[in-house]
């Protein structure tokens, strides 16, 4: 099985949700707090690449600092520079397989990925 990564905010219910899932089916994943770690363009680029929903998906639109961006449309690079400026723009849980992502909105969404190998 190829490595796990879930982008997770331990503030999130809905990334702790997520968290529980993959611990209590006993599923080998890394975590990686992403508002202590941020991740750069580059990596925002290529988890949107893995994702099957357009790239606007992967941002928490709902959020002042998203607002302030003023975005009209927003493609790609908009979305990529707001959630590297704010990562805290960035949707949660994200479970990344290293070639396909899932978001988990609900929580159980994240299972597909799993259940997909």
């Known amino acids: 099985m190829a490595a796990l990564m879930l982008y ?3 503030r999130c219910s809905k990334s702790r949700e997520a968290l529980a899932l993959l611990e209590a089916r006993g599923v080998d994943f890394q975590v ?4 202590d770690e941020p ?3 580059e990596e925002l680029k290529a988890l949107a ?3 099957d929903t357009p790239c606007d998906s992967l941002v928490r639109t709902n959020e002042a600092e998203w607002k302030a961006f003023q975005v009209t449309e927003p493609d ?3 979305c990529l520079a707001a959630i590297a400026e704010y990562p805290r723009l960035l949707q ?3 479970l990344d397989r290293g070639d396909r992502a899932v978001i ?3 929580p159980e969404a994240i299972l597909t990925l799993l259940d997909s190998e």
Do not use: C, K, Q, W
């Open 8 to 10: 997770h905010n331990p």
């Open 32 to 35: 990686r707090r992403y508002l």
């Open 39 to 41: 991740l750069d363009r």
């Open 49 to 51: 690449s893995r994702l």
């Open 76 to 78: 790609e690079a908009a």
């Open 92 to 94: 949660r849980p994200i």
């Open 104 to 106: 988990g909105r609900p």
